[in-house]
């Protein structure tokens, strides 16, 4: 993505912040025994906890909770051996308490960085100020005429299925100056969330919901200027779209004399603007207090040391092992790392192969071309990081040629064995016998006479042609390089 507003436009400065509310991967919810699951019928996985029936008590989830320090530590964030629950008051239809279990003044953790990359291959980071544990809240549908939010809507119906989902809260620092940023920044996150296995990030599920707090400021100025914060925003192109919007908007506003205002603003996605929803809410509003019915939460350093020994290679160090130090360009490597198994696979077969080039062409290039062909994803195929390794190999070797190679691949994919099997069986290596391939040279040459009195009269492009004629000849064993040099010396 290319931002038309950029991180300085018409002399301002775009300051953004993300809050962005991730859905946990457990088992059950965050203070009962219902199952986590996304769908299936309304108001059927639900309990007297999470409906806040009268003596209902909650108890917290240490899945949860430990989900919570993964990701933490997987940011460089500090897990404080002391934390509570709070209770975030406010009333909504969806919220059966009228409070939310929430974080308030002493979160799971503290602080933490995140790094990630643009399309250029920029590296950025961006502070993270906190990571807090709540429950999610119930869903809405509004009915009707209307959308539940103008006059004409009939009425509204509220599932409680998601009522109590485990959700962590990520609050960065406004570090952010463009969309592109913003939409790179959120990428890390889902591809950091996934990597741990934390998360499933669906943002078509709502286990990826994210808000923009946007504000400008005179290019160089250090003071920030009052910001709108952005809902509504179901996609990372929605996500950049509406804070490219916002910007502009705000900018229009100052340069004709208004000013801006603090609020909580819509992203329309058919009209592709922004709208006042209601006025921003201040901490003091939710009237914070520690939840009485739940006890603090103390975390031992042994627990959190296992979980820090426990993390995966993450994004930002698999991007850099990538392009560093095997040369891959960004493309290559955000395509691998976007697919954590076949990730995982390429890291085996250079592993095993020593060869990242080699295996980035065979795993992007061949191997996808058969997964898409077939239906089967590369990591379930027959061919496995040691037979592709195996396969590089024998071209490093120069035991087979390329062609051969591509016909080997194939095979190995339908399940016909190793490559060196095969090549051993039907005799497939490639020959570097001179006197051989000479025999080969000398046939096709008398037979097309036309294409050589071609070459010699100029048209030196005919030598593939020739040396194609050579291969087919040879059944695609002999060494290409070694024919066209025979090749040009029979000709000149």
């Known amino acids: 993505m290319n931002t038309a507003s950029g991180p300085k436009a018409g002399g301002y400065e775009a300051v953004i912040g993300i809050e962005c509310h991730v859905e946990l991967k457990t088992k059950s919810k965050m203070f009962c025994a219902c199952p986590n699951e996304f769908g299936g019928e309304p108001n059927t996985k639900v309990c007297p906890v999470c409906l806040?029936?009268?003596g209902a008590l909650p108890v917290a989830n240490k899945e949860a909770i430990q989900h919570m320090i993964a990701a933490g530590l997987a940011f460089d964030a500090e897990i404080p051996a002391f934390s509570k629950?709070?209770?975030?008051?406010?009333?909504?239809?969806?919220?059966?308490?009228?409070?939310?279990?929430?974080?308030?003044?002493?979160?799971l953790t503290q602080g933490g960085v995140v790094r990630y990359w643009l399309e250029d291959g920029t590296m950025k980071?961006?502070?993270?100020?906190?990571?807090?544990?709540?429950?999610?809240?119930?869903?809405?549908?509004?009915a009707g005429s209307g959308d539940g939010?103008?006059?004409?809507?009939?009425?509204?119906?509220?599932?409680?299925?998601?009522?109590?989902?485990?959700?962590?809260?990520?609050?960065?620092?406004?570090?952010?100056?463009?969309?592109?940023?913003?939409?790179?920044?959120?990428?890390?996150?889902?591809?950091?969330?996934?990597?741990?296995?934390?998360?499933?990030?669906?943002m078509e599920e709502g286990s990826l919901r994210c808000d923009a707090n946007v504000s400008i400021r005179p290019a160089g100025a250090s003071e920030y200027g009052t910001k709108a914060e952005i809902k509504n925003m179901n996609s990372f192109r929605s996500v950049f779209r509406a804070i490219e919007s916002e910007i502009a908007r705000q900018i229009s506003v100052v340069e004709s004399g208004g000013r801006v205002v603090q609020e909580t603003r819509?992203?329309?996605e058919v009209q592709g603007t922004t709208h006042t929803m209601r006025s921003k809410e201040q901490a003091h509003d939710y009237r914070y207090f520690p939840d009485p019915d739940l006890v603090p939460i103390e975390v031992d350093r042994a627990t959190v040391e296992r979980i820090k020994a426990s993390l995966p290679l993450l994004p930002p160090q698999?991007?850099?092992?990538?392009?560093?130090?095997?040369?891959?360009?960004?493309?290559?490597?955000?395509?691998?790392?976007?697919?954590?198994?076949?990730?995982?696979?390429?890291?085996?077969?250079?592993?095993?192969?020593?060869?990242?080039?080699?295996?980035?062409?065979?795993?992007?290039?061949?191997?996808?071309?058969?997964?898409n062909e077939s239906g089967t994803s590369v990591p379930e195929s027959p061919v496995t990081p040691e037979h592709l390794a195996e396969l590089i190999a024998l071209v490093d070797a120069k035991t087979i040629n390329s062609k051969i190679a591509k016909e080997l691949l194939e095979r190995m994919w339908n399940g016909q064995g190793s490559p060196k099997a095969i090549v051993e069986k039907e005799g497939l290596a490639q020959t570097?016998?001179?006197?051989?391939?000479?025999?080969?040279v000398d046939e096709v040459l008398a037979t097309?006479?036309?294409?050589?009195?071609?070459?010699?009269?100029?048209?030196?492009?005919?030598?593939?042609?020739?040396?194609?004629q050579v291969m087919k000849q040879s059944r695609g064993k002999a060494n290409p390089a070694l024919v066209q040099e025979l090749l040009q010396k029979k000709l000149s």
């Open 85 to 107: 629950f709070d209770r975030k008051n406010y009333f909504y239809p969806d919220m059966p308490k009228d409070y939310q279990i929430s974080q308030y003044d002493m979160p």
């Open 432 to 440: 570097s016998d001179t006197g051989a391939i000479e025999k080969f």
């Open 149 to 202: 939010r103008i006059a004409g809507s009939s009425y509204s119906l509220i599932d409680f299925n998601r009522a109590g989902v485990p959700l962590m809260e990520c609050v960065s620092e406004p570090d952010i100056r463009s969309a592109e940023e913003a939409v790179g920044y959120l990428e890390a996150l889902k591809r950091t969330f996934v990597q741990l296995g934390v998360s499933d990030v669906k």
């Open 266 to 268: 819509g992203w329309d």
């Open 318 to 371: 698999r991007f850099e092992r990538y392009t560093k130090e095997y040369g891959l360009d960004v493309k290559q490597a955000t395509q691998l790392i976007d697919n954590l198994a076949l990730a995982d696979y390429f890291d085996r077969a250079v592993a095993a192969s020593k060869n990242p080039q080699q295996s980035m062409n065979f795993v992007l290039g061949d191997l996808s071309r058969l997964a």
């Open 125 to 142: 980071e961006c502070r993270l100020t906190r990571i807090h544990l709540e429950e999610d809240t119930g869903k809405s549908t509004h």
């Open 448 to 468: 097309n006479e036309k294409a050589v009195a071609d070459y010699k009269a100029g048209k030196t492009n005919i030598l593939g042609f020739l040396t194609g």
């Open 52 to 54: 806040a029936l009268p």
